[in-house]
């Protein structure tokens, strides 16, 4: 079994700025990309930003967020900063992994954790 656990949302406001870290645990041989998507009431998910050789970024969030791997610690972090409204989502770990004994490379995804921009 592989988990993605993610912490660090919460409210914040405008301009303001958040970490998010997502743990991934288990059977892991490899891990060859790992980020976020995010989801905002109404709307369809969509990617934020994600490393693998290298890092790409939503066009909404280059020069605002920073996407960082511990790969010692089979960790992805977001560092969100001046953050606006429309940041506001429900932000979700990604990481595309090679289990123990798995052969191929599956998609994992964490439960999610929301992120509020308001004053």
């Known amino acids: 079994q592989v988990q993605l656990v993610e912490s660090g949302g919460g409210l914040v406001q405008p301009g303001g700025s958040l970490r998010l870290s997502c743990a991934a645990s288990?059977?892991?041989?490899?891990?060859?990309?790992m980020g976020w998507y995010r989801q905002a009431p109404g709307k369809q998910r969509e990617l934020v930003a994600i490393?693998?050789?290298?890092?790409i970024y939503a066009d909404s969030v280059k020069g605002r967020f920073s996407n960082s791997r511990d790969n010692a610690k089979n960790t992805v972090y977001l560092q969100m900063n001046s953050l606006k409204p429309e940041d506001t989502a429900d932000y979700y770990c990604?990481?595309?992994?090679?289990?123990?004994?798995?052969?191929?490379?599956?998609?994992?995804w964490g439960q999610g954790t929301q992120v509020t921009v308001s004053s």
């Open positions: 490393s693998g050789g290298s890092t």
């Open positions: 990604y990481a595309r992994i090679v289990r123990v004994h798995g052969g191929y490379a599956n998609n994992y």
């Open positions: 288990g059977s892991i041989f490899s891990i060859s990309a």
